[in-house]
T-cell receptor
């Protein structure tokens, strides 16, 4: 399985943008990039996914490098509620089915 | 729309005892997953069901863990006998069949198991 590398933790100030990086240098052509987050004492929740193009939704934006070897999850205005562990996951729906392989993720701390 | 339900939320047992967790997925979701999340780590898939058939149980410690999904809806995960290293949060998730290629998974709140 292609692996991802994320910083263990990051800090942000409330109401400022946050850029969460993810490196995936061994990504294959059919791997989708998924982001999930896990709020304290809750199960993970889907945030966003992409293949090649940048993506936006109501929660976040996903910027994918042209060579697809890295991506960045962007929270446009961090709130205290965004404090969570963010997981960057590669998934090949053609080979791995719906399996998600979680790494350690990035713990985001948001300061008021 | 109701989410994935799990019970109990917390369980404390002594080693060598047995324990069972219950999961009710989102209505209509054919695929159900059980994950184990040890403190400080990401969730690890234990078993995946498609309806009431097992798709992947390669990481399930079958000497002590078992899971079933009768009638393709609810599922139970059992540990017998429990060991200290089984202390973790057990997460249940479900997804829609045919949600290719996104396959968004919806997670329950988890059951926190402490083995003393």
């Amino acid at each position: 399985d292609a692996k991802t590398t994320q910083p263990n933790s990051m800090e942000s100030n409330e109401e400022e943008p946050v850029h969460l990086p993810c490196n995936h240098s061994t990504i294959s052509g059919t791997d989708y990039i998924h982001w999930y987050r896990q709020l304290p004492s809750q199960g993970p929740e889907y945030v966003i996914h992409g293949l090649t193009s940048n993506v936006n939704n109501r929660m976040a934006s996903l910027a994918i490098a042209e060579d697809r070897k890295s991506s960045t999850l962007i929270l446009h205005r961090a709130t205290l509620r965004d404090a969570a562990v963010y997981y960057c996951i590669l998934r090949d729906p053609y080979n791995a089915g719906n399996m998600l392989t979680f790494g350690g993720g990035t713990r985001l701390m948001v300061k008021p | 729309e109701a989410g994935v339900a799990q019970s109990p939320r917390y369980k404390i047992i002594e080693k060598r005892q047995s324990v069972a967790f219950w999961c009710n997925p989102i209505s209509g979701h054919a695929t159900l997953y059980w994950y184990q999340q040890i403190l400080g780590q990401g969730p690890k898939l234990l078993i995946q069901f498609q309806n009431n058939g097992v798709v992947d149980d390669s990481q399930l410690p079958k000497d002590r863990f078992s899971a079933e999904r009768l009638k393709g809806v609810d599922s139970t995960l059992k540990i017998q006998p429990a060991k200290l290293e089984d202390s973790a949060v057990y997460l249940c998730a479900s997804s829609l069949e045919g949600s290719f290629p996104i396959g968004e998974q919806f997670f329950g709140p988890g059951t926190r198991l402490t083995v003393l």
